[in-house]
């Protein structure tokens, strides 16, 4: 899959662009905070439906202005896809395919699938829990409408139970309707307990791939799936719970309380790895996702590599590079403060490609 080319009005720091993009390497080039990583945030937007920061969309309007737009052409598999994300202040987000607005924007989930390496990434190994739930749950997301539904379901249920938790706190409780929740919560909540732990799986042996690959083979990496469900059964870990749940005024089991553990050399990366291994782990794991994808879309997702070639080494961003110029990828769009670093992939790497300058949110197509 390719963008052909994108369109960006009001986004951020950006007032107005048009880029026309290449099959091959992207290269933005620019100093800290003069807007490259906002050209890789509105296109992770089309795909997504949402920053890649979890920025409120409203946070995303240029100072000053009323509404951003976003537009992007594709061609996915022979067919030429437009996709539109327009917000103005004070009214609903609008999202379209080829002219026609969605009703709900999970159903462009997936449709243009995408893989961002960022510095932010490093949430994944020393931010919560939640983190990397996150993380999870978008991957499978992009290429199982079927768990993003159940996932929407599971959401919205536990909601409803924290709720009557709170509200029925000290007094008497709808049983029978807390009964109904669980078995609806327990049904969702296994079909997304085999979805992930199907997916850590799938993940783990691609992932250690990569790993040797930036690091020469001489760590063991691991991914690992922890639950609060007792013996895989979620429905009697809700009723197990109940007493405990009642007191805290929350659902305390559940796969909303699951987490994805990170190890190398059999420790939690967070606390044993160097800022080198931490880099080179998570690189290494969103290339697993970008093959994951891959294999169930039978499409290759865009990748986007937001300046993860900072403090690595000659060696490590050759490798990186060398990676993402083989067959396995596809388009590939980064951004570097550098511009000999990108002088020299395009002269090692690149076979096709196209540079641009990056200054106060104004984007320039430059030569090498």
Not at 16 to 30: K, L, R
């Amino acid at each position: 899959m390719e963008i052909k080319n994108l369109d960006i009005v009001n986004y951020k720091n950006i007032s107005e662009a048009q880029i026309e993009c290449c099959s091959g390497f992207n290269c933005f080039v620019g100093n800290n905070g003069a807007g490259k990583t906002n050209v890789l945030d509105a296109i992770y937007q089309l795909s997504m439906c949402k920053s890649y920061f979890n920025l409120p969309d409203v946070q995303n309007i240029r100072h000053g202005e009323p509404f951003f737009v976003l537009q992007g052409n594709y061609e996915r598999q022979g067919e030429r896809i437009e996709a539109y994300c327009g917000v103005k202040r004070g009214q609903k987000k609008v999202f379209k395919k080829n002219k026609k607005a969605y009703d709900r924007l999970s159903d462009h989930i997936g449709l243009l699938p995408l893989v961002m390496v960022s510095p932010a990434d490093t949430v994944l190994i020393d931010g919560g829990s939640e983190e990397r739930r996150r993380f999870i749950d978008g991957v499978i997301s992009q290429q199982d409408k079927e768990y993003l539904a159940h996932l929407i379901r599971y959401n919205r249920i536990l909601v409803q139970r924290n709720t009557m938790l709170k509200e029925y706190a000290g007094r008497g409780m709808d049983m029978d309707m807390l009964a109904v929740w669980d078995e609806q919560l327990a049904e969702s909540g296994m079909f997304i307990l085999k979805k992930r732990r199907d997916f850590v799986y799938e993940m783990s042996t691609v992932f250690q791939h990569y790993y040797d690959l930036l690091a020469s083979g001489k760590e063991q990496v691991s991914l690992t799936y922890a639950t609060t469900i007792k013996h895989d059964d979620l429905l009697a870990s809700l009723k197990e719970s109940f007493e405990r749940d009642r007191i805290l005024t929350y659902t305390t089991v559940g796969i909303h309380r699951d987490d994805l553990g990170l190890e190398l050399g059999g420790y939690p990366v967070k606390k044993m790895g160097s800022q080198g291994q931490k880099k080179s782990f998570l690189v290494a794991l969103k290339f697993a996702q970008f093959v994951y994808l891959s294999a169930r879309n039978g499409i290759k997702p865009l990748l986007l590599l937001d300046d993860i070639f900072d403090k690595l080494d000659t060696l490590r961003v050759s490798r990186i590079v060398g990676i993402v110029s083989e067959k396995t990828f596809g388009q590939v769009f980064i951004t570097d403060t550098n511009r000999l670093h990108i002088d020299e992939i395009i002269k090692q790497h690149a076979s096709s490609f196209k540079i641009f300058v990056v200054d106060e949110g104004v984007i320039k197509e430059v030569g090498v």
